[in-house]
């Protein structure tokens, strides 16, 4: 009876474990390389209030290749034409496991040469999501979307 018992969990457990999403742990580079899309994220501000990207209208791209990373964000104008540069930066990374900790040599944000910014990582098929924390504190949070060839727009468009 016992062993039938034990049969019946483990069968249970794998049927179990097998209906859970796969998340993957970016084990090397080549997991992270491509074009990436803003889809939400939030920061920790000054008076330790979060801040939600979507309520400042936040929109960018994230470009990862041969150990370099670039991104350029832009908010809308506040004179309602188009929009402007929020924040840009590129530079190398570092990835170990599921930290990944960029170090940008250009950036818009006054940023000292040699510091970088330590994230936890996960990536779900084609969702890399992002966290910072800085002395155990979550300091930002962002969720990207790998953007395919397939997803471009023309130039018919």
């Not at 590129?90 to 040469?113: A, I, M, Q």
């Not at 979550?138 to 471009?152: C, G, T």
Request: net charge negative; proline share 3%.
């Amino acid at each position: 009876m016992n062993f039938r018992f034990g049969i019946t969990l483990a069968t249970r457990l794998f049927g179990a474990l097998l209906l859970l999403p796969i998340t993957v742990l970016a084990a090397d580079t080549a997991e992270l390389q491509g074009s990436w899309e803003l889809v939400s994220g939030r920061y920790l501000d000054g008076n330790g209030q979060w801040v939600e990207y979507q309520s400042l209208g936040l929109e960018a791209i994230k470009v990862v290749a041969d150990g370099h990373f670039s991104f350029t964000t832009v908010a809308p104008d506040k004179k309602g034409k188009g929009t402007k540069l929020w924040a840009a930066g590129s530079g190398h990374f570092e990835l170990d496991g599921d930290h990944y900790v960029e170090y940008p040599t250009l950036n818009s944000f006054n940023v000292p040469k040699g510091q970088g910014f330590r994230f936890h990582i996960q990536l779900q098929g084609d969702e890399w999501r992002t966290q910072r924390i800085e002395n155990g504190v979550l300091k930002e949070e962002e969720v990207w979307r790998r953007i395919r060839a397939a997803n471009l727009p023309t130039a018919a468009q």
